[in-house]
């Protein structure tokens, strides 16, 4: 799956910016910029969470905004702003960011206090 969108003006939702979105199952890229263009890019597998937002504004125009959490130096925080099909492309960036790091074998494990840690370093000291 592919998405490709512009960012929007919250005037009527029209898409006369300089500002592109290209998102597959492994990459985000950023596009800005008419006289001067900057393109960046993030992997999937760097992508930690992703929320999405709408304001009264963005309802009214049918668009939205998705924040992606991420471990990248250039942008820990990469917003998509402004986008139709807001909620596909979160979803999808949700998707597509879990199989990434699956493959890659990064997945982060949490310790939620179960208060089973003592079990797990008894099976690891006798070789389990």
């Not at 597998?45 to 998705?66: F, N, P």
Request: glycine share 6%.
């Amino acid at each position: 799956m592919e998405f490709n969108e512009r960012k929007r003006w919250l005037f009527f939702g029209l898409p006369f910016t300089f500002t592109k979105y290209h998102i597959v199952d492994d990459m985000i890229t950023v596009t800005e910029g008419l006289f001067k263009t900057t393109e960046n890019d993030c992997y999937m597998y760097k992508v930690q969470d992703v929320e999405m937002t709408r304001t009264l504004a963005e309802k009214i125009v049918k668009v939205g905004t998705v924040i992606c959490y991420t471990g990248d130096t250039t942008h820990p925080t990469l917003v998509i702003k402004h986008v139709k099909h807001c909620k596909e492309i979160k979803e999808f960036i949700l998707r597509a960011s879990e199989e990434a790091r699956l493959k890659r074998r990064t997945v982060n494990m949490l310790d939620i206090g179960t208060g089973e840690m003592a079990d797990i370093h008894d099976m690891v000291d006798h070789g389990l």
